[in-house]
């Protein structure tokens, strides 16, 4: 689990501070929407078949630092969307380091060398940009329906390096993928561009995407996964996850979804059950905690979880497993 110590810590310290609060549910990471308008048009992505209205709004910084504060996570992702299109992103990244949130600004990178001049951001290590990479050339801007996305993505990559930025990735995985393209991707990030922290998740299908015909079912995953994490693959790239998660893409232990730990607030207020699917919207954590019927979730419960392995709904349950295992504590302590 390649995550800097001082942030495996404070994650750790959470869960513990929860359960001895006796709370059985609360967040891990907190997934934040401050806009839903975009400058791609990926395929496996249902975000901006809102209506141009939605697309035109803009979450104001201060409920964002509201709405994160409520939730009490310690730490934050950025989504949308392309956040780097909000007007005030830089202010908002600033003021939840300022509270010392650990912060991932999730971007497709287009836009970050003409940008990143004119964003009042500064290296941290509360602070990441996460750039989006599924593939190598052709394979992501084949994914993102755009020529030349890849390249630009890289330079950005460089430059944010270069001044001294923690630099992550989020690689989503179709049913387009072989072990071999997930081989070579990993390869290049973490050897090529030196990613600071690599992330996988197997792509959910979005009810809105353009694209239904690529998403994986549980078991090509599982087969996808341990064809590529053969030969100790895994231990050499520089992966976020905790090893029972990567455990579980493999097939080798399976888990409930515990959609909670990773809650989403985006325009509409907080969405129910999670970040993948949305059956309405509260105002409060709380409410979402309290209000939603999470018994009613998750494979074999409904049909859209039937094929989902996404890192926001089973995350959760491999830290907790995790933490609740001396061995797999010594284990995950051991690849920090």
């Known amino acids: 689990m390649n995550m800097p110590l001082h942030q495996a810590i404070r994650v750790a310290r959470h869960v513990a501070t929860q359960k001895l609060r006796k709370r059985d ?7 934040l929407e401050p806009i839903l308008a975009c400058n791609l048009k990926c ?22 630092v509201a709405a994160v504060e409520e939730a009490g996570a310690p730490m934050v992702s950025i989504a949308g969307g392309e956040p780097l299109m909000h007007p005030e992103i830089d202010r908002m990244v600033n003021e939840l380091v300022k509270r010392k949130k650990y912060v991932f600004l999730c971007t497709n990178a287009v836009l970050l060398r003409k940008k990143i001049d004119k964003l009042d951001l500064k290296p941290s290590k509360y602070f990441a940009f996460t750039v989006h990479l599924d593939g190598l050339r052709e394979r992501h801007d084949a994914a993102v329906a755009k020529e030349g996305v890849f390249d630009e993505a890289v330079a950005a990559i460089r430059e944010l390096k270069r001044r001294g930025f923690r630099v992550t990735t989020n690689t989503t995985v179709f049913n387009t993928d072989t072990p071999q393209s997930v081989i070579d991707v990993l390869d290049y990030l973490n050897d090529e561009l030196e990613i600071d922290s690599l992330m996988l998740s197997p792509a959910y299908a979005y009810e809105k995407a353009p694209d239904q015909e690529h998403f994986l079912g549980v078991q090509e995953t599982r087969e996808l996964f341990r064809k590529a994490f053969a030969n100790g693959n895994r231990k050499r790239w520089r992966l976020v996850h905790s090893p ?13 979804c ?18 993948l699917m949305g059956d309405g919207y509260v105002k409060t954590y709380r409410e979402l905690v309290e209000t939603t019927e999470w018994e009613k979730y998750g494979r074999g419960r409904d049909p859209r979880c039937a094929n989902c392995m996404a890192h926001c709904g089973y995350e959760p349950t491999s830290v907790l497993a995790t933490m609740s295992s001396l061995k797999e504590s010594i284990r995950a302590a051991r690849e920090t």
Do not use: S
């Open 25 to 31: 549910k609360f967040p891990f990471i907190m997934e």
């Open 43 to 64: 395929g496996g992505c249902g975000k901006i078949q809102h209506p141009a209205n939605i697309l035109k709004q803009r979450m104001p910084v201060e409920q964002a």
């Open 244 to 256: 029972l998660f990567l455990d579980f893409l493999e097939g080798k232990v399976d888990f409930e």
């Open 258 to 275: 515990t959609a909670w730990g990773v809650p989403l607030y985006t325009l509409f207020g907080w969405q129910k059950p999670c970040y």
